[in-house]
């Protein structure tokens, strides 16, 4: 598969970028997908949920009322969580990742991008930087870009500061690196920007055996 690179003009420089059909025209793996984003999700929740069960709260444990013949229900002590004092089986901390094998997340990736390059959402841009970080130069950029979207996803080969500060204050316009590329970040974005050099980067990362 070819593409054609773009400047930041949002010219065309007359350069194709060859990209490799094992990882960009793939057919995707929608369970893969589903797995590898679920396990991104669950790692990063907090997992600090907690409330107070019975045993955590003060109060006496003395017996209110006789077993029988009463007519109402049992109770044992004021603590019963009936009456308001502690949640019985409450959420506690814990954790709610899981492991995936390596292969199988190596797929998941190559599924979102052979996705996106399906959907011609992939766009390629030659290497560049900004010399000082102005959320300007973020905004001529899309705008020479002429994308219908605003849920951009910059890749570039290596973090670029400038590039970064430049784009944190535009919403939805989010930049990443090649070698952190992850599967969540590829199908939340409606426009995947790749840089040129940021390409052999990913083929060398989804190519490892």
């Given amino acids: 598969m070819e593409l054609n690179i773009i400047n930041t003009k949002g010219k065309e420089t007359g350069k194709k970028a060859k990209l490799n059909d094992e990882i960009f025209a793939i057919t995707p793996n929608d369970h893969a997908i589903y797995l590898d984003v679920k396990q991104i999700q669950a790692n990063g929740r907090q997992g600090t949920h907690k409330v107070k069960e019975r045993n955590e709260h003060s109060g006496s444990t003395k017996k209110l009322k006789r077993q029988k013949g009463t ?9 019963n969580p ?4 502690g949640r019985a089986h ?34 390629i841009i030659e290497d560049f930087t900004f010399e000082a970080p102005k959320t300007k130069q973020c905004i001529e950029l ?17 973090m ?16 990443a690196q090649a070698s952190d590329l992850n599967t969540l970040d590829i199908l939340n974005c409606s426009q995947l920007v790749l840089s040129e050099k940021s390409i052999p980067v990913i083929e060398t990362v989804l190519s490892a055996q």
């Fill in 71 to 79: 007519g109402g229900a049992r109770a044992g002590s004021i603590k």
């Fill in 82 to 85: 009936v009456y308001g004092n």
């Fill in 90 to 123: 409450g959420p506690r901390p814990r954790d709610y990742g899981f492991k995936l094998n390596i292969k199988l997340k190596r797929l998941a990736r190559k599924s979102a991008l052979s996705q996106k390059a399906l959907d011609k959402k992939i766009t």
């Fill in 142 to 158: 899309l705008q020479n870009m002429s994308f219908d979207t605003r849920k951009v996803l910059l890749v570039l080969s290596n």
């Fill in 160 to 175: 670029d500061k400038n590039v970064i500060l430049s784009s944190r204050n535009l919403e939805g316009f989010k930049v």
